[in-house]
């Protein structure tokens, strides 16, 4: 096994980063090896519902393994048995004995990178949103246990970082939030300034774009930039968007579009803007659930977009149909899954193909 482990909290440059040796974080666009995803086993996540999760989760996996494989961390003994009893029996999905405090892949699991000595991964901390769900200690082993098994060079900034907060084009462009990034909860005593050194130093940045809204009715993230605004190809952006002005939506993804029309790519070109309709709201148990269809997954030849049982759910199949032409857009059902207040994107993370 050959890894190397890079510590800093203030990133002194002792130890080469991804970036000073070649490695670039890939668009999720561009071809994968794999779709790693975590088996649900927290009832907690999803309380008085967990009974159809893993059902619901399975029927996820079954539409991402029609084009790629699919690794699943299922540590545990009863983990394992579950996701055997539910999707064992498909060719082209792996179970790998890793465990987890919980099923968010995404922000728990490694960011991988590419580079002329093959795949490489980054290895954040992470500390479940600000410390909002302990334990977490399991999912912020995941990293470092992926780069053991599958002997992958490991880099390990040493701050903590969720998947789901930053957004890249591949090419140096990366969108995300001030409202998480710069959150107290995550990394205190860094700056906007010093948080862009590290998206600089390894994940290749060379423009990193801020919105200063992140807020989405229902989400606890602190405004992870996947459920706001994602990129579906280098210069297009699709963006969440409230058209009741009585939704407590409105106002913060109308801020957001608008400041995105101003943002250039990393090329100094204008970004191409597309709105993204929200379904009604929808609630459980009283609470208001952060569905959103921007949560969908760019996998090889498709997209897996979240359907909430509501009449916007083809009206983002059809958008994203004709910005993905070249690509499969699958619709699979999430409204049982977003009551753990998050998605198909919250629940992946690809690793690219080397």
């Not at 099923?103 to 580079?115: E, I, Q, S, Y």
């Not at 010093?194 to 009715?217: D, K």
Request: charged share 20%; net charge negative; glycine share 8%.
């Amino acid at each position: 096994m050959h890894t190397r482990a890079f510590r800093s909290g203030s990133l002194t440059m002792s130890e080469p980063t991804p970036r000073s040796l070649g490695y670039r974080w890939p668009a999720e666009w561009e071809p994968h090896a794999a779709t790693w995803v975590s088996w649900p086993h927290n009832p907690n996540t999803w309380p008085g519902n967990f009974g159809v999760v893993p059902a619901r989760f399975a029927e996820f996996v079954r539409a991402i393994a029609e084009f790629e494989p699919v690794r699943i961390l299922a540590g545990s003994e009863c983990v394992m048995a579950d996701a055997q009893k539910h999707v064992g029996d498909h060719p082209n999905v792996e179970l790998v004995d890793i465990e987890t405090n919980d099923a968010w892949c995404r922000d728990h699991g490694p960011m991988f990178l590419v580079g002329g000595s093959g795949t490489a991964l980054v290895d954040w901390e992470y500390n479940a949103w600000g410390g909002k769900y302990p334990p977490f200690d399991k999912d912020n082993a995941v990293p470092q246990k992926i780069a053991s098994l599958y002997d992958r060079r490991r880099f390990v900034p040493g701050i903590i970082l969720e998947g789901g907060s930053v957004e890249g084009n591949g090419l140096g462009t990366i969108l995300t939030t001030a409202s998480c990034l710069l959150n107290p909860n995550r990394n205190s005593s860094l700056d906007r300034s010093g948080t862009e050194r590290y998206l600089r130093e390894f994940l290749g940045a060379t423009n990193v774009l801020w919105l200063v809204r992140g807020e989405l009715a229902g989400d606890d993230t602190d405004g992870h930039i996947d459920q706001l605004a994602r990129f579906v190809n280098p210069t297009t952006i699709v963006a969440a968007w409230e058209d009741d002005p009585a939704d407590v939506n409105y106002e913060p993804l109308r801020a957001n579009f608008d400041q995105l029309r101003q943002m250039a790519d990393q090329n100094g070109e204008r970004l191409n803007i597309v709105k993204l309709p929200l379904p009604k709201p929808k609630f459980y148990d009283g609470h208001r659930l952060p569905a959103c269809y921007c949560n969908f997954y760019l996998a090889n030849d498709c997209v897996i977009v979240p359907q909430f049982d509501d009449q916007a759910d083809a009206v983002a199949i059809e958008i994203l149909q004709s910005l993905c032409p070249d690509r499969k857009v699958v619709g699979v059902p999430s409204l049982d899954l977003v009551w753990g207040l998050g998605s198909f994107h919250c629940l992946t993370q690809q690793e690219p193909a080397g």
